[in-house]
């Protein structure tokens, strides 16, 4: 649909930018944040082992190495949801934009699980402050995860 793309740094970008997590959390249950998740969060986490990769292969700073790391660096857009640099190439932008819409959703399905149909949800900052409605002939569709199913949503809470 885009041709201009470079879908392989794309698509490293979408496989790579939350990879960070793994060494920012203690485990996918019930977790916690490491040290290194406290003082460096999963995105100098990631940009620094992309670095150590390219090293580590011989490749070295090269062009692509740093647009790879400028995709993971620029994921979260702006440096108060913690990105030090906004998405300055195109497929950044499109990374952001995917990711901004998976938090969006996380944050749109937990208050509907919490939500009867028939009424609004709390006020969503994330959404301008809106409340959704969830319709009353929502009852127990598919697309709305069971409140014990909530767990699967906390380890992914901050994109
Ligand atoms: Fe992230």
Known sequence: MYPA????LLYSGIILHDMGKV???SSATAASYTLEGKLLG????????IGAMADEMGIG????VILLQHMVLSHHAKPEWGSPKPP????????????????KMNTVTRALIKTKPGDFTERLFALDNH??????FDNERTGIVK???LSSFDAGEEA
């Open 88 to 103: 300055l190439i195109k497929e950044a932008v499109i990374l952001h934009m995917l990711d901004n819409l998976d938090a």
């Open 5 to 8: 793309l470079d879908t392989d």
């Open 23 to 25: 060494i920012e959390l």
């Open 131 to 136: 409340s959704l409605y969830r319709p009353s």
């Open 61 to 64: 700073k090269t062009e692509e």
């Open 42 to 49: 999963h995105i100098t986490i990631m940009v620094n082992e």
């Open 147 to 149: 409140a014990n199913d």
